[in-house]
């Protein structure tokens, strides 16, 4: 899903990469700099679909959770009669 906003058409996309660009460019000619904006980008969304990762399986075990605590609950009951 996330990988969808990363082209050229996207214009927040393409500023910041141009801005990204333009910094680096201080440091090393403007096709380097470049290249190496577009893979500060690429880890950008390695680190975010990590974190979302994250939060979707805290999010299923929370789920899990809520369900298997209540059920817990009457097997104890069931088992004490």
């Known amino acids: 899903m996330m990988v969808g906003y990363l082209n050229d058409l996207n214009p927040v996309f393409a500023e910041r990469v141009h801005n990204a660009t333009m910094h680096m460019a201080q440091y090393t000619d403007i096709n380097t700099a470049h290249y190496m904006a577009l893979n500060q980008m690429h880890f950008a969304l390695l680190e975010q679909s990590t974190l979302w990762a994250f939060i979707d399986t805290f999010r299923i075990f929370a789920l899990a959770s809520f369900v298997i605590i209540p059920l817990l609950l ?8």
């Open 74 to 81: 009457l097997m104890k009951e069931v088992v004490n009669k």
